[in-house]
């Protein structure tokens, strides 16, 4: 008897370590693989056992290590399809039926870049015609976790059609249909992203302990962070640092991408010093684990939102902007201005179809090198000359355009020594501004736009994109120091 009991064990033993053959959720009918570069594919098999994928004619090998884990890459392709992607074992099989070759895009950040195509401007007439079979949309479910894993709690890919799309990101939807109909090339979105979060909740362990202001929670984190985030005696689980980098984005790494879109911030506007710093970590730490270089990274500034203010004062919201624009010293990056599209009373601008274009014409330029015009004016120089200022920009596209019909430019303040910013009149003098600083005494900082919500702000180049706002002063701002 007690050896049948240690056969049944042994037998046990051997089942529990067997790992059926398996490829993690973003590989399924319907996905659209990156053409152009080489492609990751990944999963699980037996312990030691020998997969081969088969692909466009052509078979690749690997052996599945002692745990059963194994990866290869398979040759880079150009778009096409549909296709077959085959994977195997001596024992088992699986097919992965009508995939398309062309490039996927992340979609990343909170509510706005998660807003429902439904819920949108002209949305429901958008919907209606939504059959667009090469665009392929990619949804990751919701789940947190401080630990690595091996697969996202729930995904799917779906075939784009007015059933499919109509709960799914806007902005990504219009990004997808705009870069789909130009380029002639099948689309891929990987829709990540879950509302009111926060930068540092997208980004992993190792990048954080490298920043100060968060290596002690990291450790702790680690240490004595909960493994159950349903728990409600946690507070916020969906902000916890490293949260959902691990427990969304994580285990779709490194699946082969073209770029990521970005549309986030506003979770972290109190604190738009410190995202100076943890924005670009983030964007460095993504490009750092995917393996792929220094992928095209867009992202959307903050539209305006909140109610007008009388005078020129201080913003957190002015300052997360100003963040978002430093970051472009990172390379491979652009960012979509939209300071004249958000709506005072909501902080979920309906106009998603102008944020999508604005974003494709960056995505044309960043990450296909097209000649054409991507951003609005963005600040170049000043001159003080006597009771006037002279700013100039570059992006000027065909030339500034100021978008009044007696040629008044608004939304510039002046500050002297004092640092007390007042309104001034402006004018467009040829491809400059010129600004009448009046009793101002000793001007020496300029601001544009520099508000929660700049709602009168009214230069453009001609190609119709609005001026980035900017400041030229240093002063320290309110968020200075917050953590």
């Known amino acids: 008897m007690k050896k049948i009991g240690m056969l049944i064990a042994l037998c046990l033993w051997m089942f529990q370590v067997q790992a059926e053959l398996k490829l993690p959720r973003v590989f399924a009918d319907h996905m659209v693989l990156q053409r152009g570069q080489e492609i990751p594919v990944w999963g699980t098999a037996d312990p030691r056992q020998r997969v081969i994928v088969s692909f466009q004619g052509k078979e690749y090998r690997v052996r599945a290590d002692k745990a059963g884990a194994w990866e290869l890459k398979m040759d880079a392709l150009p778009k096409g399809g549909p296709y077959t992607l085959s994977v195997s ?139 159950d985030f349903s728990d409600p005696e946690v507070r916020r689980p969906n902000n916890w640092p490293t949260s959902l980098y691990y427990g969304m984005l994580e285990p779709v790494i490194p699946f082969a991408i073209k770029g990521a879109l970005w549309y986030q911030g506003e979770s972290n506007a109190g604190r738009a010093y410190q995202y100076r710093e943890i924005f670009p970590l983030m964007i460095q730490d993504w490009r750092q684990q995917w393996g792929q270089g220094d992928f095209p990274f867009i992202w959307v500034q903050l539209a305006n939102f909140k109610q ?72 170049k120089s000043m001159e003080i000359q006597g009771d006037r200022i002279r700013v100039s920009f570059d992006h000027l596209g065909s030339g500034l355009w100021v978008k009044d019909k007696y040629g008044y430019v608004k939304g510039f303040a002046v500050a002297g020594d004092d640092k007390e910013f007042h309104w001034v009149k402006g004018y467009q003098d040829g491809n400059q501004v010129v600004l009448e600083t009046g009793d101002i005494a000793q001007p020496v900082a300029v601001r544009y736009g520099w508000a929660d919500n700049p709602d009168d702000v009214n230069l453009y180049n001609k190609e119709g994109l609005p001026a980035n706002p900017f400041r030229t002063d240093d002063w320290e701002g309110i968020t200075y120091g917050k953590k």
């Not at 949108?120 to 949804?139: H, M, Q």
């Not at 630990?147 to 990504?172: M, R």
């Not at 099948?186 to 909740?201: F, R």
């Not at 491979?332 to 005072?344: L, R």
């Open 308 to 379: 007008p203010k009388e005078n020129p004062e201080d913003s957190d919201w002015a300052e997360l902007r100003e963040a978002q624009s430093m970051t472009l010293s990172l390379p491979n990056t652009a960012q979509a201005v939209i300071i004249d599209k958000g709506e005072a009373d909501d902080i979920h601008p309906r106009d998603k179809w102008t944020v999508a274009e604005r974003l494709a014409l960056a995505a044309k330029k960043v990450a296909f090198g097209m000649d054409l015009v991507y951003s609005g004016p963005t600040f």
């Open 89 to 227: 074992t001596p024992k088992e099989s699986l097919a992965y039926e009508n995939v398309m070759m062309g490039d996927v895009w992340l979609l990343g950040g909170q509510s706005n870049m998660e807003w429902a195509l439904k819920n949108t401007n002209n949305g429901e007439d958008s919907i209606k015609v939504a059959n667009y079979p090469n665009i392929r949309l990619f949804e990751v479910g919701r789940n947190m976790s401080l630990q690595p894993l091996d697969d996202v709690a729930e995904a799917k890919w779906s075939i784009c059609t007015p059933a499919s799309v109509e709960n799914f990101s806007a902005i990504g939807y219009y990004f997808a249909r705009r870069m789909q109909v130009d380029l002639d090339v099948p689309i891929g979105l990987l829709d990540i992203n879950w509302g009111g979060t926060v930068s540092e909740a997208w980004t992993s362990a190792e990048a954080l302990a490298s920043h100060e202001d968060f290596s002690q929670r990291i450790a702790t984190n680690q240490a004595e962070g909960p493994s």
